[in-house]
């Protein structure tokens, strides 16, 4: 069994923030696990800007946020494609990884997971199982990553900051979504937000309307929705569905007691910088239990 002084479950803004404050203050012996092929989280398929303000004092593009905090962390111990499965015990775990299954353990064990967006099953929207539907984040891996279109007009649902997010997404792909829907009354995004996407993109945005069901034969093709008690229906060829973040923390269901977690996976949803800012504060703490 492997045996070290941290080990971080987590390569994005918090685990690699976490990971290079440790060994700012001394603590080497650490080992950063991600399943991703490469680090940087999230922020890596995010192509607009707004990263970095809380940290760097400098507004970046996601990608090259994510690519100065992966490089800032190149002599730290960082295993991509490594998939933690379990906890075993106190203070171990196990992973898979190209080598195999093993185990492996430490002094300090860090989640810093994230967050994820709700499925649609989660949501509870009925209609037909079709392809074309999609969280944020895989759209923007589907752009950024993949540079591929998966629809021209698709709908977006949903009333936070990253909803806003796929519209700009889309742009950079040269999708036109037909709209934006929102359930709530308000928004929890800035109060510019919709008259910018329907001024400057020409996408209106519509509160207090709920997605009842998505249409379609092989693709999507329409959907169902409920405003003022009534329904009606509305031509696209696709949905995303943004937001309603949920951590991403499955592991603590086997975890010790003791686990530390830090980032998006606390539950509450921080930008990347406040994740970076929030991180550093939490490896001082772990660095003083380890003296």
């Not at 479950?9 to 991600?34: F, H, Q, W, Y």
């Not at 905090?69 to 775990?93: G, H, K, P, Q, W």
């Not at 929207?125 to 629809?151: C, D």
């Not at 979504?177 to 519509?206: H, T």
């Amino acid at each position: 069994m492997e045996n070290h002084d941290v080990i971080i479950i987590g390569a994005g803004p918090a685990g690699l923030s976490t990971a290079m404050r440790l060994r700012e203050l001394g603590v080497k012996d650490v080992v950063v696990l991600e399943r991703e092929t490469k680090a940087g989280g999230v922020p890596r398929h995010c192509g607009h800007f707004g990263f970095g303000w809380e940290s760097h004092k400098r507004l970046m593009s996601g990608p090259k946020f994510a690519k100065r905090m992966a490089s800032a962390a190149n002599d730290i111990d960082i295993r991509t494609s490594t998939t933690v499965l379990e906890f075993t015990m106190r203070n171990s775990l196990r992973v898979h990884s190209s080598k195999g299954i093993s185990d492996m353990s430490a002094k300090r064990i860090v989640l810093a997971t994230g967050t994820r967006e709700s499925s649609r099953a989660a949501q509870l929207i009925g209609g037909n199982r079709l392809p074309g539907v999609m969280n944020t984040g895989t759209l923007q891996q589907y752009v950024y990553l993949k540079n591929q279109k998966p629809f021209s007009n698709p709908m977006i649902i949903g009333n936070e900051w990253v909803t806003f997010s796929a519209l700009l997404t889309c742009r950079h792909a040269g999708i036109k979504p037909v709209g934006i829907f929102a359930e709530e009354q308000k928004l929890d995004a800035p109060w510019f937000f919709p008259l910018g996407a329907k001024f400057a993109y020409g996408v209106p945005v519509q509160t207090k309307t709920k997605l009842i069901a998505i249409h379609g034969s092989t693709r999507v093709e329409a959907v169902q929705f409920e405003r003022n008690g009534q329904r009606n229906m509305i031509a696209c060829d696709g949905v995303i569905l943004s937001g309603k973040f949920k951590p991403e923390n499955a592991l603590l269901a086997t975890a010790p007691s003791n686990i530390i977690i830090t980032g998006n996976a606390l539950g509450t949803v921080h930008t990347a910088g406040a994740c970076v800012v929030n991180a550093r504060a939490l490896a001082e703490t772990i660095a003083k239990d380890l003296q």
